[in-house]
């Protein structure tokens, strides 16, 4: 018997009207499309986007080493062509945008967030809700959002909440202004699983504690990778027995077949050693460590044998009981030999805009300060599986691109300009100056 379908006592009106919800956005999922993967552009809009020569003092390029003195050519929404200013010929038509007293650098990416729209999705009835989704909250370039871009923030993971053990599926989205489908990167981006901590239950239902919890997560992806597998061979040619369609369980297709990521509310050594034996080991998912706060980095040397990601926070520091030191969180990862690493605010716990701050202090506690800006670039790029859009300032990619007055890590910078797929969407010189 399916854990959704045990008997349960009679509900007030007003909670079963609360219960309706994962019906109603079923419904919606039904009647559209099923899956968002865009480009960024068109090929029509990308000739409507303007062409420009950014030069600067610096561009870090999140891909190698920084370029002293040099030109970014941005065309179509991508980035063209970056070198030193000194050996490249700006083209005729394009506009020459001289900050030659600043730095260039990717656009920051938080995989951790829940700002993106209308509000957290928690259902909060049933423990495990992959029939859910969150794109359909999406409110582009909301107030939040305009904030977190003054901020260098371009890309977020947009989240369901932690109320329960699998709160849904998340977006991957830019912060910058546009329709749904203008912002949208990918969508399912994340599937979200919540374990210990805020989905705890008090009420003695299976799943009220860790063991339980984790016997739930386990049965429903269980379930999920039975259903992608029977597609997998039907699709294949390997049985012509056709399998029914489950909506609920569709979105388990690009998770089991290692297209997205399962970001993972973990923290504590405990609760890792589950997230790493039951999510990596039994699923053989792409996950990430999506809190991995408290005491987590003493099982640092698991985490580097699967090469799986830590995005850590909000949490940045703890009190360590065993020398009675303040130890920076990312710093001990680091010290002990975990690469894959970033920062996250879980906005609004931290602001949105305060994400190049979360790497910041966690310099100020012994992370290096080229691995910090990789965390906010880069790494978290890869470890969303988008970084062949975003996280770096190369050729062919998104035109994400900040203009600092230096080194986003040192607090005394700022964002002086902010372009979003080629378009100049914040600026302060002409914008207010909103961080």
């Known amino acids: 018997m399916s854990i959704h379908q045990t008997s349960r006592p009679a509900l007030p009106t007003w909670f079963l009207r609360s219960a309706m919800l994962p019906g109603l956005l079923l419904l919606t999922l039904s009647c559209s499309a099923p899956l968002y993967a865009s480009d960024s552009q068109s090929d029509d809009s990308s000739a409507e986007k303007p062409r420009y020569a950014i030069q600067v003092a610096k561009i870090i390029t999140s891909a190698g080493k920084p370029i002293v003195g040099g030109t970014i050519l941005v065309s179509g929404g991508k980035i063209e062509a970056l070198g030193k200013t000194k050996e490249m010929e700006v083209p005729e038509g394009y506009e020459v945008v001289k900050q030659l007293d600043c730095f260039a650098m990717p656009g920051l990416i938080d995989a951790h967030s829940h700002v993106g729209g209308s509000g957290d999705l928690n259902e909060m009835v049933y423990q495990t ?4 989704r969150n794109w359909d909250q999406i409110i582009p370039h909301n107030d939040d959002l305009k904030v977190a871009l003054a901020g260098g923030v ?3 993971a947009y989240i369901p909440g932690s109320g329960t053990n699998m709160g849904g599926w998340g977006t991957l989205m830019k912060t910058g202004p546009g329709k749904a489908s203008d ?3 990918k969508a399912p981006g994340v599937l979200k699983i919540a374990q210990s901590g805020n989905p705890e239950r008090r ?7 860790r063991m339980g919890m984790n016997y739930v997560i386990r049965q429903q992806l269980e379930e999920g990778r039975v259903y992608v597998r029977l597609w997998d061979n039907f ?6 027995k056709k399998p029914k369609v489950n909506l609920r369980l569709e979105y388990f297709k690009p998770l089991f077949r290692g297209e997205i990521p399962v970001v993972v509310h973990t923290q504590a050594y405990q609760v890792v ?3 790493l034996r039951i999510l990596h080991d039994e699923m053989n998912l792409k996950v990430v460590i999506d809190h991995g706060t408290f005491d987590s980095y003493k099982i ?22 065993e020398d009675g030191q303040i130890k920076g969180i990312v710093a001990e990862y680091a010290k002990r030999g975990v690469t894959w690493l970033g920062v996250n605010t879980d906005a609004p716990v931290i602001p949105q805009e305060d994400l190049a701050f979360q790497a910041t202090m966690a310099v100020r506690y012994g992370w290096n300060e080229e691995d910090a800006i990789d965390g906010l670039t880069i790494e978290a790029a890869k470890a969303l599986m988008i970084d062949d859009r975003v996280g770096s300032l190369e050729p062919g990619k998104d035109a994400d691109i900040l203009i600092t007055t230096g080194s986003i890590i040192d ?3 700022y964002v002086k300009q902010v372009f979003i797929d080629g378009v100049s969407i914040y600026d302060i010189s002409k914008d207010r100056r909103r961080y």
């Open 203 to 209: 009420d003695g239902e299976v799943g009220s504690g």
């Open 411 to 413: 607090p005394r910078n």
């Open 273 to 275: 050693q589950s997230t």
């Open 129 to 132: 809700n992959p029939e859910l």
């Open 300 to 321: 640092s040397d698991e985490i580097i044998k699967r090469n799986i990601p830590v995005m850590a926070g909000p949490r940045g520091f703890r009190y360590e009981p």
């Open 235 to 240: 699709e294949a040619g390997r049985t012509d």
């Open 183 to 185: 912002v949208i990167i």
């Open 154 to 156: 371009t890309t977020i």
